[in-house]
């Protein structure tokens, strides 16, 4: 596939991985602002925060990327996709929930590796309604699935290995029920991302229909489990104090799914959701480092961590290398072919835009004058919580945490650099 | 929204998968409670 004249000419397997190692890095810092939150406020406000901040997000820097005119353009010519975007938000609400509930039951130990188990189930989601992997051959299946599973697995000790700082009460058998609920409903949400990108969506449409579903729904659960709007609204009012920070991890979540959404486009849910779910590694560089959460850890304590981390290093490396051979990309094609058969759509866009091309871009829509009202309206509110954050009594490193902000902006640098040089953001 | 796209969303397993996951899920999320 050839890249569009004057463009770069980086294949889009590389693309993808670039993406979905930068979605971990994104994905990992999000987690950081909630480690700012002092104890005393329910998890449900705190995930409610963060899809609110989400929500306002989507429309700071992506709108920046690409104007409402491209937008209503995308959802015009794939209408039926805004039914699998609102139903991806809803997917990640209803997982999100359960995964409060499993911390809460089994702590982040046993929890995490069980719902990291979200990208087996993508794998397995790829493979039979988009055939993904079929006639990648042995290697192909070894490199992915070896590294898919490295990656639950070096999960699975990191999280061991930090078992002692979280105090887990018991009914674990629901907790263990929770996370894995969890799993299999991430997992899931995965088929409405590749559906999306085979019938040629461009991220940025789906994340925002994404952030509609997701925060209906998380107003919705946060509703029933809160006894009525009124009480989340007293609640929300009561955290008004540290609401930025919430808000500011859903910021980072928001660069991170994006970053997501284009892997999953560019090398499929089998490859790039692994490569995403390395997040925990950069979760705990955060909670290491900045916060000095395992500062009393023990020596064998130190050794887990460096081998859970080399173990989910060697996975995203497997699938890093593990690129589509001409047999399997036959078969990409036949999944995008049922797409364009079943709604009507234009084969060769559809397949020029998932080559990296975009056939919109050539005849841009008009910017619009409203668009920078909503951009402004919408860094507003961020700077509004900002200035009304109470300052929180934790004990950080600096210079850590200096070289951890530098190395989450570098990768969006690189990567938003790449993603423009080779598709435009397509 | 035409009737027959109306009608390809309605029977693609595509849609079906996920929905009854997310019907799943909302019951264990009821059932955690």
């Known amino acids: ?426 | 929204m035409k009737r027959s796209t109306l009608v390809s969303i309605l029977t693609d397993v595509h849609l079906w998968v996920p929905v009854g996951v997310l019907i799943l899920g909302i019951f264990l999320l009821m059932s955690l409670r």
């Open chain 1, 1 to 426: 596939m050839l890249a569009a004249q004057g463009r770069s000419t980086l294949s889009l397997h590389k693309l993808g991985v670039f993406c979905g190692l930068a979605a971990a890095v994104w994905l990992g810092t999000a987690e950081a602002p909630t480690k700012l939150v002092n104890a005393g406020f329910s998890p449900f406000l705190i995930s409610m925060g963060m899809v609110m901040g989400a929500f306002v997000a989507r429309w700071t820097v992506p709108t920046l990327l690409k104007g409402t005119g491209f937008l209503f353009t995308d959802l015009r010519n794939k209408p039926h996709l805004i039914v699998w975007a609102l139903l991806a938000g809803m997917l990640w609400a209803v997982a999100n929930t359960l995964t409060i509930f499993a911390v809460r039951n089994v702590g982040l130990a046993i929890a995490f590796p069980l719902w990291n188990t979200n990208s087996l189930v993508g794998l397995f989601w790829g493979w039979l309604l988009f055939k993904e992997l079929r006639g990648s051959g042995f290697k192909g299946w070894a490199k992915v699935l070896g590294g898919a599973f490295a990656i639950v697995g070096g999960a699975a000790v990191l999280a061991y290995a930090t078992a002692s700082q979280s105090n887990a009460p018991g009914e674990a058998a629901v907790g263990i029920i929770a996370a894995l609920g969890a799993g299999v409903l991430l997992g899931t949400m995965y088929i409405p991302y590749r559906k999306a990108y085979i019938s040629g969506m461009n991220p940025l449409s789906f994340v925002t229909i994404f952030t509609f579903g997701e925060l209906a729904t998380v107003l919705t659960l946060s509703a029933i489990y809160m006894g009525g709007m009124g009480h989340v609204v007293s609640e929300l009012h009561r955290a008004r104090p540290m609401l930025f920070w919430p808000f500011l991890g859903g910021f980072c979540w928001v660069i991170g799914d994006l970053f997501q959404n284009f892997a999953a486009k560019y090398i499929g849910i089998g490859r790039g959701i692994p490569l995403s779910n390395t997040n925990q590694l950069w979760g705990l560089a955060w909670g290491a480092l900045v916060f000095a959460e395992f500062s009393g850890l023990s020596n064998s304590g130190k050794v887990l961590i460096i081998t859970g981390s080399l173990v989910m290093i060697l996975g995203a490396v497997s699938i890093s290398m593990a690129d589509p051979g001409p047999s399997e990309l036959v078969n990409w094609k036949q999944a995008m072919h049922r797409e364009c058969d079943r709604y009507d759509l234009d084969k060769e866009v559809v397949a020029e835009v998932v080559a990296g091309d975009d056939p919109l871009a050539q005849h841009p829509p008009v910017r619009r004058w409203w668009e920078a009202v909503i951009m402004l309206a919408a860094t507003s509110v961020f700077v509004w919580l900002a200035i009304g954050t109470r300052s929180q009594h934790l004990a950080i490193s600096m210079p850590w945490m200096i070289v951890l902000v530098v190395g989450t902006i570098l990768p969006l640098g690189v990567c938003g650099t790449l993603l423009w040089r080779r598709t435009r953001f397509s």
